[in-house]
């Protein structure tokens, strides 16, 4: 039986190997030799697409220069910069993380707002609670899903509930975005509180419900140069293109508003 | 055991060392990360005490059914033969190597609202999603294969010698169960649930993934300590701190199990 399981294991780990190696031949293909200049950029999680696209455009224009994207939760972010994280640049989903890293004294120059967000509904495509507008939302027998109050998509959603005077009664507050997102395209749950570009990324996938008051709950995205980098003049050159007409445009083109 | 007298090649502790040293390291750093001056009123908010109670309710229900399913599904494996037994075998055993997310998804996918026995159970009245039950699946799921494979290692070592005399005595099946099987293996049935349980007490990935997160009802204490650490990593050590002594309660008990063996 030991020998059943350790064989389980061992094809894991094989799976798992040969992933990671095609992985990496992937990437190597691009010609990675010791010559080129990396720039590890942090940024939230939400920006996994639109940065991505922003690297590509910034690798183009910079021949010798890789962008390395590390992406997560604002203040994971944060605290890994504190702990020593070898990053260039940070972009962070709402100005309270950024401010935890400015009083932490780790930024090159100051912080610059590039985009914002608003909050959307978002509902399984076929809206089975026929949900309109956020009062909606609190309706009896209504499921809604929620980010807690604890991570930003969630601070926003309890200033919302303050501005339309509408008390939500979640079934569940969930640690992300993208965990409220998947509860809602899995039609676990009839509507969530999301950002209008997590609705426009998702596609088909949820119907977004657009509401009136959700242009008084702005989330504004800072971005900022690291003080430890060791390629200073390169992260200063990516902060200036994403706050430029390049980063700009990918930027509204996923539904981000101007800061 | 009888080999105690052998000794061991000298080399052997350096690697034995650094692999403990390496376990034991993390540790130390978080029993020094911890804000002591604060400790009590940080694991004691509202918060934190519900998610404390909520885990080892749960916790406990689950390994129950661990005991419930795990131990005939041993028994089957151990003691009988037929054709497929070991592709049943690793399928049983597959959450211990799937990773969490995958296993919540997959029970998403059965008994989630749209998922295959989802209407049915909606139909009936009967919703899990969200609610405490969902828990106590997730759980349930990753701690099975732990009762299974300690079982079945008992079983199968203990051998049926006394099953077969007391059978050949005229002892009816269920009878050699009760009383000859099952008091045979009780030290790896004990070693089983205490596994199951440790299991079901750190398991994070599927529940957030099938269960959601809401103080009292879904949110054990690992998914209060990935949440505290947004805002407040003091709280989050702190709770951390808490899991890790109950946790070592736990397998110290295991170990006691196996000691009296």
Same mark, same amino acid.
């Given at each position: ?10 094809? $894991? ?29 942090? !940024?939230?999680?939400?920006?996994? @697409?639109? *940065? ?16 390395? *994207?590390?992406?997560?939760?604002? @203040? ?10 070898? /990053? ?25 707002? *590039? $985009? ?15 949900? /309109? ?21 969630? $601070? ?28 809602? @395209? ?38 900022? !140069? ?8 390169? !992260? ?12 700009? @445009?990918?930027?509204?083109? $996923?539904? *981000?508003?101007?800061? | ?261």
């Amino acid at each position: 039986m030991r020998t059943r399981i350790l064989g389980l294991l061992v094809a $894991a780990l094989m799976v798992a190997g040969g992933a990671s190696a095609c992985g990496r031949s992937d990437s190597g293909g691009g010609g990675g030799s010791g010559s080129k200049t990396t720039l590890t950029v942090f !940024a939230a999680a939400s920006l996994t @697409s639109t *940065f991505q696209k922003i690297g590509d455009k910034f690798e183009d224009e910079h021949p010798g220069v890789k962008v390395e *994207f590390s992406f997560g939760g604002s @203040s994971d972010l944060v605290s890994q910069i504190q702990q020593g994280a070898p /990053a260039d640049v940070f972009a962070s989903a709402d100005t309270a993380n950024m401010d935890k890293l400015t009083a932490a004294n780790l930024q090159a120059g100051d912080p610059k707002n *590039f $985009a914002s967000n608003t909050l959307e509904i978002a509902t399984p495509p076929d809206n089975p609670a026929d949900i /309109a507008s956020f009062a909606d939302l609190a309706k009896p027998g209504v499921k809604v899903v929620v980010c807690a109050p604890e991570v930003p998509c969630g $601070a926003a959603a309890v200033k919302m509930e303050s501005v339309t005077g509408v008390t939500l009664k979640p079934v569940s507050e969930e640690e992300s975005v993208t965990d409220v997102l998947g509860k809602v @395209s899995s039609g676990e749950a009839d509507a969530g509180l999301v950002y209008v570009t997590d609705v426009a990324a998702a596609g088909d996938k949820v119907k977004g419900v657009p509401f009136p008051e959700s242009n008084k709950v702005v989330n504004t995205y800072p971005i900022v !140069a690291l003080k430890d980098s060791k390629h200073s003049d390169i !992260a200063q050159e990516f902060v200036d293109t994403v706050t430029g007409e390049t980063g700009q @445009s990918i930027l509204a083109a $996923a539904g *981000f508003a101007k800061p | 055991m009888s080999d105690r007298t052998v000794g061991l090649p000298r080399w052997i502790y350096v690697p034995a060392v650094l692999g403990a040293a390496f376990v034991l390291l993390p540790l130390v750093a978080i029993v020094a990360k911890v804000d002591w001056t604060h400790f009590g009123s940080l694991i004691t908010s509202q918060a934190s005490r519900d998610a404390f109670v909520l885990s080892l309710k749960t916790s406990a229900i689950s390994t129950g059914l661990c005991v419930v399913f795990g131990v005939p599904m041993a028994l089957v494996l151990a003691r009988r033969d037929f054709p497929g037994l070991a592709v049943i075998r690793s399928l049983v055993l597959l959450p211990l190597v799937l990773p969490p997310v995958v296993g919540g998804l997959a029970l998403l996918y059965t008994f989630g609202r749209r998922g295959l026995l989802g209407s049915t159970l909606d139909a009936a009245g009967i919703q899990i999603a969200f609610t405490t039950i969902a828990v106590v699946l997730a759980q349930t799921f990753v701690a099975l294969p732990f009762m299974v494979v300690s079982l079945e290692g008992a079983l199968r070592t203990g051998g049926q010698r006394y099953e077969v005399a007391a059978a050949s005595l005229g002892a009816r099946p269920t009878t050699v169960f009760r009383r000859i099987t099952l008091p045979l293996v009780v030290p790896g049935l004990i070693s089983g649930a205490v596994l199951a349980f440790a299991r079901s007490l750190g398991e994070f990935g599927a529940t957030i993934t099938f269960a959601g997160s809401l103080q009292g009802r879904t949110r054990t204490l690992p998914l209060e300590i990935y949440l505290q650490r947004e805002t407040d990593p003091d709280a989050a050590v702190a709770l951390a701190l808490v899991l890790v002594v109950v946790a070592v309660l736990v397998i110290g008990l295991a170990g006691q199990g196996r000691g009296t063996r």
